[in-house]
Nanobody
Framework: QVQLVESGGGLVQAGGSLRLSCVAS????????MGWFRQANQAPGKEREF???????????YYADSVKGRFTISRDNAKNTVYLQMNSLKPEDTAVYYC?????????????????WGQGPQVTVSS
């Protein structure tokens, strides 16, 4: 069992930056690939949209085309934490952002590949 607790959401103007953090419980954090997904408030029934993922040791990173060059995912296995640095934010980045943990190899880029989820902080980007 893995519990994920996120922080760092909030309101920011377009062009600004935010950093999300996700802390995992347990001693097996390095056994999981970690991902960030998002769901726009006006699409509650739709599958969560892939944003970024990082492999177990942090060597491999993967990004959605919509965030490539603006967002950076990283992890610190000593702190059981994964981060999402979001720069040059746009209004279309507004969503609830979820941190997920996946035991599968290779790294998954769909939400069905993740077994554990955080609570999802809101990120709102104003124009």
């Amino acid at each position: 069992q893995v519990q994920l607790v996120e922080s760092g959401g909030g309101l920011v103007q377009a062009g600004g930056s935010l950093r999300l953090s996700c802390v995992a419980s347990g001693r097996t954090f390095s056994s999981y690939a970690m991902g960030w997904f998002r769901q726009a408030n006006q699409a509650p029934g739709k599958e969560r949209e892939f944003v970024a993922a990082v492999s177990r040791r942090g060597v491999g990173t993967y990004y959605a085309d919509s965030v490539k060059g603006r967002f950076t995912i990283s992890r610190d296995n000593a702190k059981n934490t994964v981060y999402l640095q979001m720069n040059s934010l746009k209004p279309e980045d507004t969503a609830v952002y979820y941190c997920g943990a996946s035991p599968r190899v290779p790294v998954e880029v769909t939400s069905t590949g993740y077994d554990y989820w955080g609570q999802g902080p809101q990120v709102t980007v104003s124009s």
